[in-house]
């Protein structure tokens, strides 16, 4: 063989041998989330310039989107086979996106971590129907009573417990120039959760039979839309067009003396007086034929969907990165005081404990974390899983319900009637 033809030889053993390596690159990952919020997206982005510095065979890139939209573009998505590979994720969103065949199971990996940081049980819970868990959770929120300590002490108010006790605080803090509390009416999430605040005060928690028929028609519930009605009079008249943000906007202004809302910590910092030894937090004050206080929480999960190998170990890796205590904590702290942890490590975690705010308003954290023990959210009570629950959630049937009560004056019988047969309409598409 001449030395032509071998050097020929050489460079063709070199193209077929570089070739393949020179086309693989790093392995891409895309997730959603819907935490928008400025502050929010560079946390998240601080962390994956830390992930993707430390592992240059692993990109993740974030997209951030909103809640007003995803119930219809993921599925969107989904359809045009341009879905993300990761999605954040609440219960009653899981059920629609795993309709659409796109949701990976999560089972071992989840067990994993919960072997490496002790997922607290109700956590996985909302997530494991159906033979397997549908999402790895990441943190949970739940709904507290906010106030000024100084307003209720002004106002000769001690914090109620019970609706007796709600109801004439909330009339004696209404004045010229105050609404008693602020309460949405919007046809929105909010509005939902709120709803399902009072249900659950009022022994309301469960919306289905354990066979998965519907009970939302009862004394119960008709009882909560009622004594919503009662303190909805003592709400600024724009509430029916709120969603969280203008009811931490109303207690910011001290036009609301108290709302019902996962946190106010820091608009009430960065907005207000930043007072953290008059800023009062408590549970939410339930019916007394109740024998304690219980909140709407939402353990937020992600949501694995694409069926590709290697992503799915890429994301794996994400996911031990983000959940390692270090990580975590700084990861909960993109939004101080909202996001609680969902593993014991996490809950232990300096990196969320030693945060500025969250060292700041310790005592109201602690307090949130308390309510949250009580948590639970409608369709995923008493041991059963309802992926129906979608349906109805998706389209803001408790709110649209209340609606009818607080806005159109409809009698609350009716109009929990009316709604029973809205949600067995949904539930039957």
């Keep these: 063989m001449s ?67 995803i119930y ?11 879905a993300p590979d990761m999605l954040f994720a609440i219960p009653d969103f899981t059920p629609i996106i795993r309709a659409v065949g796109a949701v990976q199971p999560v089972d071992d ?40 300590k100084s307003v209720f002490a002004e106002a000769g108010v001690e914090p109620p417990t019970t609706w007796d006790e709600w109801l004439a605080a909330v009339q004696t803090l209404t004045t010229d120039t105050q609404y008693g509390i602020g309460l949405p009416a919007n046809r929105h999430l909010y509005t939902d959760q709120t ?28 009882a909560a839309f009622d004594f919503y009605k009662q303190l909805y009079q003592y709400s600024p008249p724009d509430s029916p067009n709120w969603t969280w943000g203008e009811a931490e906007a109303c207690f910011a202004s001290r036009t609301c003396a108290s709302i019902l809302q996962f946190t106010v910590i820091t608009t009430y910092d960065t907005q207000a007086e930043g007072d953290p030894e008059d800023l ?32 799915q170990e890429a994301i794996y890796t994400f996911l031990r990165f983000l959940l390692e205590p270090e990580n975590y904590g700084r990861f909960l702290n993109m939004e101080p005081g909202l996001f609680l942890p969902v ?31 009580n948590g639970m959210l409608f369709g995923f009570t008493g041991g059963n899983i309802f992926p129906s629950i979608a349906q109805i959630s998706a389209q803001n049937l408790l ?19 009316e709604g029973q047969a809205l949600m067995e309409e949904a539930i039957e598409d």
């Excluded at 649209?400 to 009698?411: R, S, Y």
């Design 3 to 69: 030395k032509i033809a071998r050097l020929l030889l050489i460079a063709v053993f070199l193209t077929v041998a570089i070739g393949p390596v020179a086309a693989q690159g790093p392995v891409e990952i895309v997730f959603w989330h819907m935490e928008q919020p400025p502050h929010r997206v560079a946390r998240v982005q601080e962390l994956l310039d830390e992930f993707n510095a430390a592992h240059p065979d692993i990109v993740v890139r974030q997209e951030p989107q909103n809640w007003g939209e």
């Design 72 to 82: 219809t573009k993921a599925p969107a998505a989904v359809a045009a086979g341009n």
């Design 109 to 148: 990996f989840v067990a994993e971590m919960n072997e490496a940081h002790g997922f607290f049980p109700a956590a996985i819970e909302p997530y494991s129907y159906e033979d397997h868990v549908w999402a790895v959770p990441l943190w949970n929120m739940a709904h507290s009573l906010w106030y000024r």
């Design 195 to 222: 709803t399902y605040d009072f249900m659950i005060n009022a022994g309301a928690s469960e919306i289905y039979n354990p066979d998965g028929t519907l009970r939302f028609n009862n004394e119960a519930t008709v």
């Design 280 to 311: 009062g937090v408590m549970a939410i004050p339930h019916a007394a034929d109740v024998e304690q206080s219980g909140t709407i929480a939402y353990v937020n999960g992600v949501m694995v969907l694409t069926d590709d190998p290697a992503k």
């Design 343 to 373: 593993t014991e490590s996490g809950s232990q975690a300096a990196s969320y404990w030693e945060d500025p705010m969250v060292v700041k308003y310790k005592s109201q954290i602690e307090v949130m974390l308390e309510n949250s023990r």
């Design 399 to 417: 709110a649209q319900t209340l609606q009818k009560v607080v806005i159109d004056n409809m009698d609350p019988a009716e109009a929990v009637a």
